[in-house]
């Protein structure tokens, strides 16, 4: 078992810190424009390809070579480890309780304005001795919720994989919030002035940038947070279940959920038993709201042209019933 | 000069006694305001405003329960999403009056206009106070554009909406100002508005619910389907025919030196007229949202807890007034329609509230705990509504709303 990983699965020799351009996918253009949604959902047009990628698929599949992780609930043995790499890493403030007291599992935590994760301990229904523990953080997904929700775009998918957000852009409607099929962004209630959202960042901006692997994963004694590609986080799962499918339950969390998250989970027991949201869509959210947006620009040109028209009757009507009593004179002369 | 700053100094003073003391000295106009209401309505201020102002110097955690999990509150739920359908009322009578040719209601469309108006307004101050930093309003106008965002749709409509409906009501506040040549250009648009009005209005009416569509794993299956957009839009313009009688009939009992003759006269028949729209409306919507459960295939769940609370919105709060008002109009009571509508104005803010609060995150522990209001938000909600009915009567009490301007009588 990797103890104290360092460098990230499946990185490729020489790509450095700019793995993901070089990524050579024909319609990637086509499918960043129709994965930024932008253009798109606003005027419910999709967004028209250049001669070359006329023919591309609409689906979105994600950037390709982007980052993720994986984590191994059945390695996890509620260290904290993460925790308190995660708390030094991103300057966040000291907890109340230090992070080897294990009365925080007395109850379910949520990441908040001072945690970007926390890990939570559930019981063990094979074995009431080994509890077992679920990190819980932003799940970075492939298409992000939050991202659909935002009206100022504070929200944007790295090439790497991370789920950035910028309080620079944000007024605080809390939308992403309501948005997210996993609960994760929290916000800073507290603060009069600069109240933001906060969540995990993937080590984005000090670390997987530059090639680096996370502080979470980085700290974690046991290898149950594996850092890498994400293709090859899919691989290692798979192997991991067929070679032991005693130990594990048959399902990746989050290689489809929500189309598709950069952070994943496999598990020895039922998901739902750990409080995995087991109803969330597997089609990226944004899809839902699609057929609304796309209603927009029917309205703003329909519209005009039919109620317009509803007044010119009306306005033809009125004149023709003042016509009428003119008409009889005449036609009684 | 100093003759002339005299002269223009006693203009001033007539000006101010006319249009804003109503033609009373202070001395007479402070006598009037000492009346129970105002008192109630004072205490309710004293409370709340200050609360706002802590709000603003604290941060939102001193007066909201502040949940990561329960972002949205009453403010929202109240001020937003109950605030605008009931506001639907300026686009419902200046279509009907302008375009569909319901020419004897009349004397209901500028009452319905400044109704919306002010609600649009205040649903704006609401979501002001409950952002996190509301100084940044204009963001998504030229900031940042998230176009893939229903809320993004939602602050450009509003926004715009509120302009236009400030048009609208324009030729009142130029007709209390005397102001009559801007009042002519304001008359020549009108149309032009009200068009504008029909598509923000379905647009953005549909796009509240439509926000919802985001978060189907959180939402109770019986509150969330992919029609939510279509019921928003379709209970919002029932909503708008009952509080067009409810606005109507307290204007009547409590401002009733401000009507004139042909408002008073005509209001019965109105009334009736309105409660019909209203019934065929809620009917509408019931049946959309039979046609909601059966598309999901939900009916199993109508004999669960939340199903039966989903029975007693469906039964109590939209077909009982539906059935009350079919009744006033069968009988021609326009107290009976009265009832009806105020009963299906109620029952559009336990729809509102339902979906935005009770419904969404149901699943959490202790869900139904969460949700109660902290006693400090809801006295900001009580003031801030307060204000609403304040400004809404100061208005009442001076522009022609409620009675024609007798320069303009036959100018329509």
Known sequence: MKINQTEPVGKDEGDGEKAPDNAPVPEQGMNRRAFLGTVAAISGVAAVGTAGSARASEDFSGWPNSYGLLTDLTACVGCRSCEKACNEANNLPKPALPFDDASVFDQKRRPDAHAYTVVNRYENPKDKNTPIYRKVQCNHCKEPACASACPIHAYSKTPEGAVKYNPDLCFGCRYCMIACPFSVPAYDYESALEPRIVKCTMCYDARVKHGKVTACAEACPTGAITFGKRDELIKIARARIEKEPGKYVDHIFGEHEAGGTNWMYISGVPFEQLDFPTNVPNKPPIELTKGFLSSVPLVFTIWPALFGMCYAALKHRDEADNDKPAQKKEESK | ?412
Not at chain 2, 203 to 211: I, R, T
Not at chain 2, 289 to 315: C, P, Q, R
């Open chain 2, 1 to 412: 000069m100093s003759n002339g700053y005299a002269v223009h100094q006693d203009n001033f003073r007539s000006w101010f006694m006319d249009k804003l003391l109503m033609g009373m000295s202070w001395p007479e106009y402070l006598k009037t305001l000492i009346t129970p209401f105002n008192v109630i309505a004072a205490i309710v201020l004293s409370v709340g405003l200050p609360l706002i102002a802590v709000r603003f110097v604290q941060g939102l955690a001193s007066v909201t329960h502040a949940s990561n999990d329960y972002p949205w509150g009453i403010l929202l739920g109240w001020g937003l999403f109950s605030g605008v359908p009931l506001s639907a009322t300026g686009f419902v009578m200046a279509t009907a009056y302008y375009i569909f040719g319901f020419k004897r209601y009349h004397s209901l469309v500028r009452l319905g206009v400044l109704t919306g108006f002010l609600g649009y307004l205040f649903a704006v101050i609401y979501l002001l106070t409950d952002l996190g930093r509301p100084w940044r309003i204009y963001y998504p106008m030229m900031v940042g554009f998230g176009t893939a965002s229903v809320l993004f749709l939602v602050a450009w409509h509003v926004a715009t909406y509120l302009t236009v409906q400030l048009l609208e009501f324009s030729p009142a506040i130029l007709e209390w100002l005397k102001a009559q040549r801007v009042r002519k250009w304001a008359m020549m648009i009108t149309i032009g508005m009200t068009i504008a009005g029909i598509i923000l209005s379905t647009l953005h009416q549909s796009a509240l619910g439509a926000m919802f569509l985001l978060a189907p794993g959180k939402m109770h299956p019986l509150w969330y389907s992919q029609y939510l957009p279509v019921f928003f839009l379709s209970s919002s313009i029932y909503a708008a025919l009952a509080m067009v009688i409810v606005v109507s009939t307290l204007s009547a009992r409590f401002l009733r030196d401000k009507t004139d003759g042909n408002f008073l006269g005509n209001l019965d028949n109105l009334t009736i007229g309105l409660g019909t729209g209203a019934s065929v409306g809620i009917y509408v919507y019931f049946a959309l949202k039979v046609i909601g459960v059966a598309h999901d295939d939900n009916w199993s769940l109508l004999n669960t807890g939340y199903g039966h609370w989903f029975l007693v919105e469906m039964l109590v709060f939209v077909l009982l007034p539906g059935l009350i008002l079919s009744l006033g109009v069968k009988k021609r009571s326009s107290a009976i329609v009265r009832i009806g509508a105020f009963f299906a104005v109620f029952g559009i803010i336990v729809n509102r509230i339902n979906v935005s609060t009770v419904a969404f995150n149901w699943n959490l522990q202790d869900h139904l705990h969460h949700i109660i209001p902290p006693w400090k938000e809801t006295a900001i909600v009580l003031a801030i509504a307060m204000l609403h009915i304040l400004i809404f009567r100061w208005i009442l009490n001076r522009m022609p709303v409620l009675r024609e301007h007798p320069d303009y009588r036959s100018s329509h």
